[in-house]
């Protein structure tokens, strides 16, 4: 079976979390589309949705900043399931080879609204040695986000759900 194009992505963004996890072990099940994922801890019961967490990863394949991601409307529908199940949701949005930016989902509201349209785009904007700076059809995000925010901030959310 040959490698989809999106695999790539999805494996570093999925293997930096678990190569930096400093928890038990985890569980990392795919969601409703290939886009998707739901972690949790592997000392919960699996029924416990609120110690879970939603993952939605897109990527661009660019290979310079500014990177645009399309969003459509199923992928922001698909969000909104995963944050309704899972105690919350992150999106990751990886950036060819120069990294992660991660957004809470509460933060994506920021950059796109609850109308959802057929296509939205978010795009991420790094300069040499400063923060990501992310803004979307809806808004902009009102702060930069760090290269090394991601997976500590979703490790640590996860923690905080455990303990």
Not at 22 to 41: A, C, F, H, Q, W
Not at 116 to 142: A, C, M
Request: glycine share 6%; with cysteine; net charge positive.
């Amino acid at each position: 079976m040959s490698i989809l194009k999106y695999e790539p992505f999805h494996g570093a963004a999925l293997h930096r979390l678990i190569k930096d996890n400093t928890l038990s072990d985890l569980v990392i099940k795919p969601g409703l589309s290939k886009n998707s994922y739901m972690v949790r801890e592997s000392i919960f019961d699996e029924t416990r949705e609120d110690k879970t967490i939603g993952i939605f990863i897109k990527y661009s394949g660019k290979r310079l900043t500014p990177w645009r991601h399309s969003i459509y409307k199923e992928e922001q529908e698909e969000m909104k399931l995963l944050e309704d199940c899972c105690n919350t949701t992150f999106l990751l949005l990886v950036n060819r080879h120069d990294g992660i930016a991660c957004l809470e989902y509460v933060h994506l509201k920021q950059l796109l609204d609850d109308s959802f349209e057929k296509i939205e785009w978010i795009s991420v904007k790094r300069k040499r040695g400063e923060e990501y700076g992310i803004k979307g059809k809806d808004g902009k995000l009102n702060r930069k986000i760090p290269r090394n925010f991601y997976p500590k901030v979703l490790l640590d959310k996860l923690g905080e759900l455990t303990e």
